[in-house]
């Protein structure tokens, strides 16, 4: 039986195709996602499939999905913007909507994706609190490293931090299980303890995702580093560019995944459906 996954912060849709159509054994059931162009492009590739406009506005059952995949704002982030990091102020901030569902819902597994600076924003605190957040969330062990684009074969380098988040309590309602790194229980003092050094950890984030880079595989879904053989333009002249909704485009392809890296941690998913089975 496929995957139920719930696809936030959609975009354009690379988490679901990366799913469906890279991996397998998933299904996209619902959308959420507010810019009306990724809107269109959604319903054209993936018809039949709900969007709802609003996280802030978006709730589920415990146990409806199986799945989130969670490519939640960067601009706050990135180097090229302010870096204002995660707070309620900025759009990066949007990232506690999406904790909060993962408290509603209890998927078995998150899967988030975020900007490479995001491990040394603030020092690492920001990448930290991160991880302290989504543990917090329900009985979730973490793994996580750096993937680009560069390391699927392309001539570009795109370099991205992924989250894998799991879980053995499907749809559980319970809160006291708190897992940081598959360390400790939170419901021991040895728990308290591990999660308040983990907090206040000076350690490198970069000797932390070594630790996990080994258990996800290399995929086999390369790009092509012929950046030339990519159509660029539309065979039909359709303005004074070539382009139709060419500023719309440009924004949500930067705003995007590359799929061949998401389908590593999600092929890590179905990894460890089978360990666990």
């Not at 994706?113 to 690492?124: D, F, M």
């Not at 074969?153 to 897992?179: D, F, P, V």
């Not at 400790?184 to 970069?206: L, M, P, R, V």
């Amino acid at each position: 039986m496929d995957l139920k996954l719930l696809d936030l912060f959609s975009g354009i849709g690379g988490f679901s195709y990366a799913a469906e159509k890279i991996v397998g054994g998933y299904k996209t059931t619902q959308f959420v996602e507010i810019d009306p162009y990724c809107q269109s492009v959604l319903h054209k590739n993936f018809p039949n499939i709900p969007i709802h406009d609003d996280i802030k506005t978006f709730t589920a059952k415990p146990g409806q999905f199986d799945v989130f995949t969670i490519g939640f704002p960067c601009q706050d982030l990135s180097v090229a913007g302010k870096q204002r990091g995660i707070n309620d102020q900025t759009r990066s901030g949007l990232f506690y909507e999406s904790i909060r569902l993962l408290r509603e819902v209890r998927p078995r597994f998150a899967l988030f994706e975020n900007v490479r600076n995001l491990l040394s924003h603030k020092k690492g605190e920001t990448f930290q609190d991160v991880l302290f957040q989504i543990a917090k969330a329900g009985n979730y062990e973490i793994e996580w490293a750096v993937i680009s684009a560069k390391d699927l074969g392309a001539c570009h380098l795109r370099q991205r931090i992924w989250i894998l988040a799991y879980s053995n309590c499907y749809g559980s309602s319970s809160t006291e299980g708190l897992r940081v790194n598959g360390k400790a229980d939170s419901s021991t003092q040895e728990g308290q303890n591990k999660i308040s050094e983990f907090k206040g950890s000076s350690e490198s984030s970069d000797s932390r995702i070594i630790q996990h880079t080994s258990k996800w595989r290399n995929s086999k879904h390369r790009l092509n580093s012929d950046w030339r053989g990519y159509a660029s333009k539309p065979t039909l002249r359709r303005g004074d560019d070539g382009l139709s909704n060419r500023i719309s485009r440009i924004r949500s392809l930067g705003n995007s995944i590359v799929p061949q890296c998401a389908a590593v941690p999600l092929q890590r998913i179905k990894d460890l459906i089978k360990e666990k089975c």
